[in-house]
């Protein structure tokens, strides 16, 4: 009955303005596919999913924050950081010039562990500033990033950090059957994000903050607590994707992930994530992220020179929030 | 010369779910003051707004000075003569009181072709008006520096100093002392006698038979009528507002007020204007009316009572036990409830559905080992509500900001009645609401009070108190300065408490 009725309501023109990008997008890929080879391949698709499984877990790191009407801007530089800690910890024990001699040789999955715990302890911060300092999310994550850079310029020299061990390098390498170790990771944390957004106390509370926060409390929502919570766990997420991001790359320095957040926050705005809080959804954010690297590897194939395509995602950020406010205004 | 200054005809302006105005109309005389009453909600304010051009109206013309004028909006109301004083303030605390009067029209000067303010005629200027309504503050003070009450003086030389030929009063005395309304007062007389066409809102009856010529009374959006203010009375114009006996506005009650449950003793904010040394009682199943003016400090005291501002003094004896409020999830961990004053500000969650917004207080009820909620627990939770409480909605994923007032209402009372509540604050439950779901609102309030739940509802419309309490509690300025039994209470034993200032 009520399927019959959405149907019934269908309006092909809101339609095509609600998803505008992503026609635009999907429109762009069709046509580069016809008149470049090889674009719908076996090893494109993979270096799509490759490329988009951590920048769908930072973007779902952030998307937190901005369900909040938050932000996170040290987002980009935790994920350098936590490359450069999962460096360290897992340089191959016979390699030169391993920052750290002492360093003992340790399974991938306890590197891990301790990067995503040293993360969740800048999430911590980063949540506390904001939820009992009152300071705008805005600046308190500015801050932040600018710390957490300076962090890891100093525990990395600002040396390059390589000669990973193999067992690390195949976490990024590595597949099964057709499917990459890193689809893999991105869609357990998919699937862990989906579940906490919709079925859990702390995802109801999170959108009741985004809409009305002062509403939330008055409902009895502690809205510290909670907000604690959104930014230790995108440190959490950062942390496993700087982890993965090292290992995809080979090398860490301080230079990785330098402007991830902001991709991650576009990506986000581009699959419906509102700017104006408490709306957002995981399959979203990952049509946000696909949209924004697609087109990337459009424009690669086109033989766009780098420094134009930089040009094309600046426009189609902020093109898709005009929209998303345009969708605002329009209910008003 | 025309004999109306103004003339507003068949003016119709819709809201989603309400028809705010419906053809009403106001004549105004040249040299007068004309009263405009009605009950909240009787579209009052909503015609000022299209009049200043903030509303743009569906149906229905402006005459002005003899001329039919569409007016766009604030400034061009502003420049062909028309300054409004709003109910709620607009101020920039930050910037000088001189700005404050000019901002948006500033006085320039030029440099060749650049232009820039002049801020020595600016407040030249300011300190002329600000003499003109004998205000006696430097321009180039800070306007945060000045009281609540001063700022709306300063709101009503900023009217002045537009040079206006009508003025529009919304509720100008609602935050003013007794001698700064008679201040108010002498100014108001000096422009009327300029030729300034006055439009003075107010719900005090005193006020309205002495400085009004000509009374226009609104109801539901509809014109009742014009009258002298010469002929008319207190009562008549009550009851011309309200329109209907009053009895039948009401639902017949049967709750019978039990043993005490709630005791608050000595409750005193931190805010030394604030309430303080606040004693009184509920009983089960009681309705306790709380009476009392704007800034009588009812709304924050319950917001101590539910946690969400600070006390330095005083207790809560709950259920025999004291209890502790520090936020609002120690109150709601006990059972006690609020729906709170502002709607939108502080109620619904207005892009979440009406199913979160129903559940979002009471989540812990629907767990699955602890961790996952029950979308069956929480849809039925809604449609039992839907149910019971005549919500009307699409469906329960519809966003709560779609629905009109009074259902926004009805599903923050669903909210807490999840949560079954043993004591329900309501601040002012039908404010912005129309008659019909008032009555239902009633009609929930009046079967919760039967089913033993003590309700403490503070209103500010007179008739509601009378009609709904067992008892009323009338606060002034932040002190409690008397309680009425609901059968002994009218409205003049009521005001005569409200106003028993120290």
């Known amino acids: 009955m009520r399927e019959t009725g959405k149907m019934a309501n269908f309006d092909p023109k809101k339609f095509l303005s609600d998803n505008a ?105 980063n949540g506390c500033v904001i939820a009992f300092l009152k300071v705008p999310p805005f600046i308190a994550t500015l801050g932040m990033q600018t710390i957490v850079y300076g962090l890891c310029s100093v525990i990395t020299g600002n040396d390059p950090l390589g000669g990973f061990k193999s067992s690390y390098s195949k976490v990024a390498l590595g597949s099964l059957g057709f499917i990459p170790y890193l689809a893999i990771f991105a869609l357990v944390v998919g699937v862990y994000m989906w579940f906490l957004y919709n079925k859990t106390r702390h995802g109801k509370y999170m959108y009741a903050i985004g809409g009305n926060e002062n509403a939330a409390q008055v409902a009895g929502v502690n809205v510290p607590a909670t907000l604690i919570r959104i930014y230790i766990l995108a440190s959490v ?46 399959g979203g954010i990952l049509i946000g992220v696909l949209v924004f690297e697609i087109l990337k590897i459009c424009l690669q194939f086109l033989r766009v020179d780098p420094a134009y395509t930089f040009i094309a995602q600046g426009l189609v950020i902020i093109v898709a929030v005009a929209l998303d406010l345009r969708k605002y205004l329009a209910k008003k | 010369m025309a004999e109306y200054r103004l003339e507003m005809r068949d003016v119709v302006k819709t809201f989603p779910g309400v028809k705010a105005l419906d053809h009403a109309q106001l004549k105004l005389r040249p040299g007068t003051v004309h009263a405009l009453m009605g009950e909240n909600g009787a579209g009052k304010s ?55 009067i000019y901002v948006g029209r500033y006085p320039t000067k030029r440099f060749g072709p650049i232009v820039t303010v002049d801020h ?54 609602s935050s003013l002392t007794a001698a700064e ?61 309200v329109g209907r006996e009053l009895s039948n506005l009401y639902p017949h009650r049967e709750n019978v007020p039990g043993e005490v449950v709630f005791e608050v003793e000595d409750f005193t904010s931190i805010n030394p204007k604030s309430f303080r040394h606040v004693n009184f009682q509920v009983r089960k199943g009681e309705i306790l009316g709380v009476a009392g003016l704007v800034g009588a400090q009812r709304t924050e005291l319950m917001e101590g009572l539910f946690g969400l501002r600070c006390h330095n003094a005083g207790k809560i004896n709950y259920k025999g036990k004291e209890l502790k409020v520090n936020q609002p999830k120690d ?78 209402q009805k599903v923050l009372i669903s909210r807490w009645l999840a949560n079954d509540p043993d004591v329900f604050i309501l601040d002012e439950p039908t404010r912005g609401i129309d008659v019909g779901a008032k009555y239902e609102i009633y009609c929930i309030i009046a079967e919760m009070a039967k089913q033993g739940k003590s309700i403490i509802m503070i209103s500010s ?42």
């Not at chain 1, 330098?258 to 705005?269: K, N, P, S, V």
């Not at chain 2, 709003?86 to 605390?93: F, K, T």
């Not at chain 2, 010529?213 to 011309?240: F, P």
């Open chain 1, 21 to 125: 990008i992503i026609i635009m997008i999907a429109v762009l890929a069709v046509i580069v596919g016809f008149v470049t080879d090889n674009f719908f391949s076996g090893s494109n698709l993979k270096n799509l999913i490759v490329n988009v499984s951590p920048r769908f877990i930072i973007a779902c790191g952030v998307s937190g924050c901005l369900i909040t009407k938050g932000t996170d801007l040290s987002a980009g530089r935790q994920v350098g950081l936590s490359a450069c800690l999962a460096a360290m910890m897992l340089q191959s024990i016979d390699y030169a010039a391993r920052a750290l001699p002492w360093m003992p040789d340790m399974p991938w999955f306890v590197a891990l562990l301790f990067v995503v715990a040293i993360m969740a302890i800048f999430g911590a911060v």
């Open chain 2, 331 to 408: 109150a709601i961990n006990s059972h006690i409830a609020m729906l709170t004053e502002d709607r939108r500000a502080t109620g619904i969650l207005g892009v979440l559905s009406i199913a979160d917004n129903v559940s979002i207080a009471s989540l812990n009820q629907y767990l699955i080992g602890g961790i996952m909620l029950d979308d069956r627990k929480i849809e039925k939770l809604v449609q039992d509500n839907v149910a019971k409480l005549s919500i009307k909605t699409p469906s329960s994923k519809t966003l709560i900001q779609s629905l009109s007032g009074g259902n926004q």
């Open chain 2, 461 to 502: 419309e007179m008739s509601e108190l009378l009609g709904m309490s067992d008892r009323i509690m009338v606060m002034c300025d932040g002190r409690v300065t008397g309680f009425i039994d609901g059968k002994d209470a009218n409205q003049e034993n009521i005001m005569a408490l409200a106003t028993q200032f120290e």
């Open chain 2, 181 to 241: 309304v008679e201040a108010l007062f002498t100014i108001v007389n000096e422009l009327r006698a300029k030729g300034v066409a006055i439009v003075y809102i107010s719900h005090k009856m005193d006020e309205i038979l002495r400085i009004s010529d000509e009374v226009t009374i609104m109801r539901d959006g509809q014109y009742i009528g014009t009258w002298a203010a010469k002929s008319l009375t207190t009562d008549m114009i009550i009851t011309k507002m």
């Open chain 1, 237 to 282: 997420l950062y942390g496993v994707a700087g982890f993965l991001v090292g290992a995809k790359a080979g090398g860490a320095s301080t230079a990785t992930g330098f402007g991830y957040e902001l991709e991650a926050i576009a990506a986000c705005t581009i699959g419906g994530v509102s700017t104006n809080g408490g709306v957002g959804k995981v």
């Open chain 2, 120 to 173: 020595e005629k600016m407040y030249e200027d300011a300190a002329a008006v600000l003499k003109e309504v004998h205000l006696n503050y430097a321009p180039k003070a800070k306007l945060g520096s000045l009281s609540v009450s001063q700022m709306q003086l300063v709101e009503i030389a900023k009217a002045v100093s537009a040079d206006c030929k009508v003025l529009i009063l919304d509720e100008p005395t």
């Open chain 2, 46 to 100: 909503t015609l000022m707004k299209c009049m200043f051009g903030i509303y743009h109206m569906e149906e229905g013309e402006v005459i002005y000075e003899g001329q039919k004028v569409q007016i766009k909006g604030p400034l061009d109301a502003l420049q062909r003569g028309i300054a409004m004083v709003h109910q709620e303030l607009q101020p920039i605390p930050e910037r000088s009181i001189g700005e404050n």
